[in-house]
């Protein structure tokens, strides 16, 4: 503690800048947590650990909550809730090796905490009120780690999800490797959707089918603006990194029905480029695509295309934004046959090592309860570090889910009883209605609290997670 290169304490952040002092109430069900000096401890060494690579920077980010009066539609303004003053906040980027140092002011009227979905961070870095204290209103919090990995990745908070995130609270993060393919240009798109009421205003968190389904608000953002247009140069190619930040809203993906080229999901490059002319994006997901080439003229409507995830609310097509193809530009674009290499992490049939069961359970409170194994926030057995994990995900229910894994990736193995079309590293995985999708992952050394749950943020918050511990 004493020698840390940026004392994380008081002193230098002004407030309680480290998750030393005990902690204020807990949302979550019977969870035990270690002491309040472990988790000062742990974030202290994980704070100091926190070195980038030789040639490699850290990049400094300054976040800052706090309310907004925020256009989602020109013309009318709505109170939302942003980072840095804007929907989405801004997004970061970096490269594989930097240190990513961002001090969060919480000017919110609640507490929050941000989560950095995706990243394999220390557990004491992960920014949830599992490994921290929550950042009380007027306080200030410094994350700092390592990024090991290129790839689309997002922040949010974690704490009030349904509200926070709803209300505007997230962004894009982009870490770039060293031998990213060539295209000619490239742009970010974070999806959302918003729940307005009458006045034009966001809704409450509303109950019972809400609370079953998950919010899928009528009003849809790219970008924080309601269906934008979006513009690029005919005769290129481009690399649109795709994040779906909406709460319960699955967007199967269409760029006017013409073919696309996957390249990478939520872990960064896949194996090979796949060419498709859809794509799911559950809840949390991310995905890569290289669009294009089109002709000048061309306008494309980018669109969810119905998909039935049996909610209470019938699903149809949607649209997100236009696209309009420009005056042409000369193209350099190359993609390799190869991206990346994956090793398999299971080669053969292989036994599964832990059944996650995604369930219901009738409420007089809520209409339903959403369960792991039983129940609401699950204390789940511990892992030990370089044990292989294979987890069969069983859905119980007859809706689907999307699973996040904190922190580390995974290999879907098989999806009721299919391999996957490619090889990847996934965060989130879609378990579709009374299906079972089994994963692959070794948790490599960072122990310490971790967690999952699925992404629909309604049933995230009624308990439709698991919290184990890593162990060396
Ligand atoms: Cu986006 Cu607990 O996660
Ligand atoms: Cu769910």
New binding site residues.
């Given amino acids: 503690m004493t020698d840390l290169p940026h004392e994380p304490a008081a002193d230098k952040h002004g407030q309680h800048d480290h998750p030393g002092h005990g902690h204020g109430h807990h949302a979550h069900g019977p969870v035990s947590h270690g002491a309040a000096s472990d988790w000062s401890a742990a974030y202290a060494s994980a704070y100091e650990a926190a070195e980038p690579d030789p040639g490699k920077t850290v990049v400094s980010v300054d976040l800052e909550a706090g309310e907004v009066e925020w256009e989602f539609q020109p013309g009318h303004a709505t109170g939302a809730w942003g980072f840095n003053g804007r929907v989405p906040g801004p997004t970061i980027e970096a490269r594989v090796g930097d240190v990513l140092e961002v001090r969060l002011t919480n000017r919110l009227p609640e507490p929050t905490v941000i989560h950095w979905h995706g990243l394999r961070v220390p557990a004491a870095m992960d920014g949830t009120d599992m490994v921290q204290r929550p950042v009380a209103p007027g306080e200030s919090f410094t994350y700092r780690f390592r990024l090991p990995d290129a790839g689309t990745f997002w922040y949010h908070p974690h704490m009030n999800e349904t509200v926070q995130l709803e209300r505007g609270l997230y962004g894009a993060l982009v870490v770039r490797g060293e031998n990213e393919p060539v295209l000619d240009d490239e742009r970010v798109l974070v999806l959302d959707d918003v729940a307005l009421d009458r006045r034009g205003e966001i809704a409450p968190p509303g109950r019972w089918i809400e609370h079953h389904d ?1 919010r899928q608000g009528a009003t849809r953002l790219v970008n924080g603006r309601q269906e934008p247009e979006l513009t690029m140069a005919a005769g290129q190619i481009e690399r649109w990194r795709i994040v779906n930040a909406a709460s319960a809203r699955y967007v199967r993906l269409s760029i006017g029905s013409r073919t696309f080229t996957i390249l990478g999901t939520d872990g960064g490059l896949i194996d090979a480029p796949v060419t498709a002319s859809e794509v799911l994006l559950t809840p949390a997901d991310r995905v890569e695509l290289a669009v294009g080439p089109f002709a000048e003229g061309e306008v494309l409507s980018v669109d969810a295309l119905r998909y039935e995830r049996r909610t209470v609310a019938r699903s149809r097509k949607e649209r997100f934004a236009t696209l309009r193809v420009g005056p042409s530009a000369p193209s350099r674009a190359s993609i390799p046959a190869k991206l990346r290499e994956i090793p398999p992490l299971v080669t053969g049939p292989v036994r599964p090592t832990r059944e996650v069961h ?1 369930g219901i359970r009738g409420s007089l409170r809520h209409g339903v309860d ?1 369960l792991i194994n039983k129940e609401q926030h699950h204390r789940d057995q511990p892992v030990r570090v370089g044990e292989l994990q294979v987890w069969d995900i069983i859905n119980d229910t007859m ?4 699973f996040h894994l904190h922190g580390f990736f995974f290999q879907v193995l098989e999806a009721n009883g299919e391999a996957p079309a490619f090889r990847s590293w996934e965060d989130t995985v879609n378990v579709p209605p009374k299906g079972r999708v089994r994963i692959a992952w070794i948790p490599d050394d960072r122990p310490g609290e971790w967690m999952y749950h ?1 992404h ?1 943020l309604e ?2 918050e009624s308990g ?1 997670m698991g919290h184990f511990e890593v162990v060396r």
Avoid: E, V
């Fill in positions: 998950g995604l959403f809706m689907d889910h999307p699925c629909i049933h995230h439709m």
